[in-house]
């Protein structure tokens, strides 16, 4: 598949969404997943415990290796699949980036660099006009800096106080 066309992110969509329909009766679990659970080229997934991550890793690593698409960048807070992992000599990370989040596997917390958001209004004093440019640099497509992003997104109030 070439990469840096504007439709490869497409083309990968479409693959994999294929490849889930040809093979959900073999790898019912992955097949189910892959589909609504896949971002951009990033797949991310839960289970309700070891056994079941375990099984999910197998049949998605199984599937995907029908095309011949393998994954990498590997991450878990599960101490079980690591140690598969370990043992099968998968490299997998310890803090990664989902969504934009940091996600710390280690002590299962995310968090992300508000500096990213706000880093060039520091050192001047705040404008009415920065307030909605910061708010909007905001990617939080799972909701969890809601408490944080809804202040910036008062603008009524805001704009009232001066």
């Known amino acids: 598949m070439p990469f840096g066309l504007t439709s490869s992110l497409f083309l ?3 693959t994999i969404r294929e490849l889930a329909d040809m093979y959900k ?3 019912p679990t992955a097949a189910a997943l892959v589909d609504n659970s896949t971002f951009m080229d990033d797949f991310a997934a839960g289970a309700e415990n ?9 049949e998605l690593v199984h599937m995907m290796n029908q095309i011949r698409l393998p994954m990498t960048k590997w ?7 690591k140690e598969v992992w370990r043992t099968g000599g998968v490299n997998f990370k310890e803090v990664t980036e989902t969504l934009v ?3 710390y596997t280690e002590l299962d917390t995310f968090s992300m660099d508000h500096r990213d958001v706000i880093g060039e209004y520091v050192e001047d004093p705040t404008t009415k006009r920065q307030v909605p440019q910061a708010t909007a640099r905001f990617y939080d497509p799972l909701g969890l800096l809601s408490p944080v992003s809804v202040i910036g997104k ?3 109030d805001t ?3 001066g």
């Not at 991450?75 to 699949?81: D, E, G, I, M, V």
């Open 159 to 161: 704009w009232c106080r």
């Open 12 to 14: 990968l969509s479409a």
């Open 50 to 58: 070891d056994e079941c991550v375990t099984n999910l890793y197998y």
């Open 75 to 81: 991450a878990t807070n599960s101490k079980h699949l």
């Open 101 to 103: 989040i940091d996600w």
């Open 154 to 156: 008062l603008f009524q």
């Open 25 to 27: 009766a073999e790898f």
